[in-house]
């Protein structure tokens, strides 16, 4: 990016953001596809700009192989209108004129010989192990191209998953190992004895939603009651794998008590201050689904008090007491707590109706459970 300082003095920037929208065109009819953000972000390294020109380097922003994705056989044209906006420490900030900033590119379809290429590449990447991490962002962009995802084997796949401590190296491999190799015997014998030798390693491996196999229930479950209660946010991902064992749900719950004693007072008797524990803890208690759960909870349907959830940048969640206990109840005996609501013909309503809305719902499972 060029920038033009025109003052007699050094200006001092406090930040500078780059968006650039594209718009793109079927080659060769110049038919217009779609348009939107090809990519943009911050520009750490423009910090003090003496008079006139200067060339900055080197800031990279990410997303943009995945916001084009693969062109069609004829490729595109891409027409790309840039903009800035710059703050100054002093408060001043400065724009680029609308539609100055203005270039141009063909998006190729790559072909066989540079599709093998990338397929080439990707296994190089794999095979070196020690530059996984380094090399983490090529290979997500080269597991976008569908051939060459495809042409990474087990045995591309799987060292490099047994290599690497990574938390993003593995959450981006193990999915791909797991697309098409989840029940293949050496996958299946590595997180057997991954579990009994550094469980801590592998826990977290599942909590993509295409990743499971039967070697991870027993050790999660078994994790909860040991304490790694952080084991159950892996489980609430996968239901369908345990909510049919009742031994499973019942050690489960077992667990939930015990990490979370608050479940089994009376919530009545519970201080104001406690209770946004207590709706954190509620909330785990729908996911864990035991009926057993439900006579803990059925006091708190009559109990109107605010007990919101603070997500932190994810915002609040305000609810009552009672309406806590209405979508955990409804989660553990219909598996959705949407279901009930459309039974009783609720398809929607707005924010400021939410409590008369909820007070029906929790009429209705009152006569429901009694």
Known sequence: MELENHTSGALHFGQTWLDLNATRKEIPSGKASNAGGLTGGALPSVKTLTPGVHRFYGDRFESASGNLGMPPTNGLRVEVRGSADTQ????????????????AFEWRSPSAEEMGG??????????????????????????????????????????????SSDAGVRGLLVPHLFAKYSNAP??????????????????????????????????????????????????????????????????????????????????????????????????????VGNPALVELLRPAL??????WINYGA???????????ALIAILTILDGDSWAAFKKAGIISYRMEEQPKVYDRMIGILKTRIK
């Open 88 to 103: 100054l420490r002093d408060g001043r900030r400065f724009a680029t004129p609308a539609d100055k900033a203005f270039f």
């Open 302 to 307: 009559d109990d109107r008090r605010d007990a």
């Open 314 to 324: 994810g915002g609040w969640d305000k609810r009552r007491v009672c309406d806590w």
């Open 186 to 287: 050496p996958v299946l014998a590595y997180y057997r004895q991954a579990w009994r030798k550094n469980p801590d390693r592998v826990w977290w491996d599942a909590a993509a939603p295409n990743v499971w196999n039967e070697e991870f229930l027993e050790p999660l479950v078994r994790g909860c009651e040991r304490g790694k209660w952080n084991y159950f946010g892996v489980l609430a991902r996968h239901p369908a794998e345990w909510w049919n064992r009742p031994s499973c749900v019942a050690r489960v719950s077992t667990a939930l008590l015990k990490h979370h004693p608050i479940l089994k007072r009376d919530v009545r008797e519970i201080p104001d201050k406690e209770l946004e524990q207590w709706a954190k803890a509620v909330q785990q208690a729908g996911e």
């Open 118 to 163: 990338m397929s080439r590449e990707l296994k190089q990447f794999l095979a070196t192990h020690s530059d996984l991490e380094k090399n983490s962002e090529r290979m997500s962009a080269l597991f976008m191209v569908p051939q060459v995802r495809d042409s990474a084997t087990l045995g591309d796949l799987l060292p490099a998953v047994k290599a």
